[in-house]
């Protein structure tokens, strides 16, 4: 199985593109990850943001992989631990499809991506930085992979 991150938003900070390079470096022999960064909707004084994300939906719904099983990071989605993350991951493998991880735009994801996700994950009830979601998934995909190989980096 393979797993794409698909993410509205460019150019990260130097930090957390290094921090994402890291973990998707750690993964690359348990779930190889791709990033794919989806140019955000034009936005601003006259603009229509609904306009803007129904085309980072477009755009996102374009970047998945045929037959993948989709999730959308979404605050409304269900929230894990890391064990149950784990397990999901184990579930997931079972499933014998390569895996998209969706992170939408700033007013969230376009209906028809909700639609189209398969379930959805959310980190917690903290709103955070759409760039910083793309490093804290890619940790926690990594522990989840750690904890299924039996490997110390999950001490909990």
Not at 4 to 19: D, Y
Not at 57 to 76: E, S, Y
Not at 79 to 87: G, T, V
């Amino acid at each position: 199985m393979k797993a794409r991150l698909v993410a509205v938003g460019e150019r990260p900070p130097a930090w957390v593109a290094e921090g994402f390079a890291e973990y998707r470096k750690r993964l690359s022999h348990w779930l190889p990850l791709e990033l794919v960064e989806i140019e955000p909707g034009l936005r601003g004084k006259g603009r229509d943001a609904a306009r803007a994300m129904h085309d980072e939906g477009a755009r996102v719904l374009a970047a998945l992989p045929r037959q993948a099983q989709v999730v959308a990071l979404d605050g409304r989605g269900r929230d894990y631990s890391s064990e149950q993350l784990a397990q999901r991951l184990e579930h997931w493998r079972g499933l014998g499809r390569d895996l998209a991880l969706l992170v939408g735009g700033p007013e969230g994801h376009a209906p028809e991506v909700l639609a189209r996700a398969d379930e959805r994950w959310s980190l917690g009830p903290l709103t955070l930085p759409h760039m910083l979601v793309r490093l804290v998934a890619a940790e926690q995909l990594y522990r989840a992979a750690a904890m299924l190989a039996n490997h110390p980096y999950h001490r909990a």
